[in-house]
């Protein structure tokens, strides 16, 4: 009898074994394949996606040297396909910037002198466009949207800007500067921004708050999540992207450590259905998000000793993380932004301490059947 169940025992190391071979083979196997490149718009239409890139980051790059560069807390990518940075040159958020109350507790000290937003080529990383000395306290989020306008959260101002392409002055600007606020004219802290192709708008509101606003394209509130009757908790909602096509809005309920994704009501409004959640025990802090196709990007921050700060590519009809990632040549540290281009080719975070910009090659894909999905349970 004991020799048996040792033989039992033998046998499932040893096929456990294999399948985790096969497992990594089949990643390795992905990777050295350059002809499979789908567009995001070649994604399965279902309700579940089939194919998934595989991020791998793009070495030298920038290859030019960059300025000085703060805690880069936003990044998006233009119409032109180029990277846009946030960041906050000298100022540092720390346990003085805001009192209890959320205010600003560095008022006297103005505005950061130095351009916050910087767009910088896609290919060298030369920045080719650079504004906003003398205008922001505090960055935080960064979206650029289908139509080229830029929207701008500031944290210490409690405010969201949108800046026409070019423009160096807001054409739509909500909450009261410096005053944070909890009614539909205040914000409290606003962290994001996600755009409808109809002009609809979503503002993560944000640290103290624990909501998000939904906006007419006149920038008038017309929804908020979540609604007393809704069983959704936000804890601090850091970040959000659209699935616009399948009506979904997706939420990085950071210190819930999870993904939530709930109804756009882009569609039909009034009609809420249940939230999506993407909540393994591995996935921790949850900073950032971004989207393409049936795919959302996130990354975590520092949470435990025990949950590797990374990256990650889930499937929100599965609820499921499909794969991680990361750089190879240095660890992340402190990712706070992620952006990833509508072909799904190019995909960029970046990162508040170190202040660092990185790339991502995400153009080649594989068949996500081929793929375990990928247990988070913290080492």
Not at 321 to 350: C, M, Q
Request: proline share 8%.
């Amino acid at each position: 009898m004991q020799r048996s169940m040792m033989h039992l025992l033998l046998a499932g190391f040893l096929l456990a074994t294999v399948q985790a071979n096969l497992i990594t083979d089949l990643k390795e196997f992905a990777y050295s394949q350059t002809d499979y490149q789908p567009q995001a718009q070649q994604h399965y239409p279902g309700s579940r996606t089939q194919i998934i890139p595989l991020p791998r980051e793009s070495y030298g790059w920038p290859n030019v040297p960059l300025p000085f560069l703060g805690q880069i807390s936003g990044v998006s990518i233009n119409l032109q396909g180029h990277p846009v940075l946030f960041h906050r040159g000298k100022r540092v958020w720390d346990e003085t910037s805001f009192n209890s109350s959320y205010g600003f507790q560095h008022i006297r000290e103005g505005p950061i002198p130095v351009d916050t937003v910087l767009t910088l080529d896609k290919n060298t990383g030369l920045v080719i466009d650079a504004w906003g000395a003398n205008r922001f306290y505090m960055p935080h989020g960064c979206t650029v949207d289908h139509k080229g306008f830029i929207w701008l959260t500031d944290v210490a101002l409690h405010q969201v800007f949108k800046f026409a392409p070019h423009s160096k002055a807001p054409q739509l600007t909500l909450g009261s500067p410096l005053q944070p606020g909890s009614d539909s004219r205040h914000l409290c802290m606003p962290t994001a921004v996600a755009v409808a192709s109809d002009g609809q708008f979503f503002v993560s509101d944000g640290y103290c708050n624990a909501r998000v606003l939904k906006y007419n394209p006149q920038g008038h509130v017309v929804r908020v999540y979540p609604q007393q009757h809704e069983h959704l908790s936000l804890a601090i909602p850091h970040g959000v992207t659209l699935l616009e096509h399948h009506d979904l809005l997706c939420i990085a309920d950071r210190e819930n450590r999870r993904v939530t994704c709930v109804s756009a009501e882009l569609r039909s409004p009034g009609q809420y259905s249940r939230s999506i959640n993407i909540q393994p025990p591995g996935l921790g802090r949850v900073f950032a998000i971004a989207s393409v196709g049936d795919l959302v990007f996130a990354v975590n921050g520092p949470t435990t000793p025990q949950i590797p700060v990374q990256g990650f590519t889930i499937s929100p009809f599965s609820e499921a993380v499909v794969d991680t990632w990361s750089p190879t040549s240095v660890r992340f540290h402190n990712p706070h932004g992620i952006a990833i281009n509508k072909n799904g080719t190019e995909l960029y975070v970046v990162e508040t301490s170190p202040n660092r910009i990185w790339k991502f090659d995400t153009s080649q894909w594989v068949d996500m059947n081929q793929m375990a999905y990928v247990p988070l349970e913290p080492e």
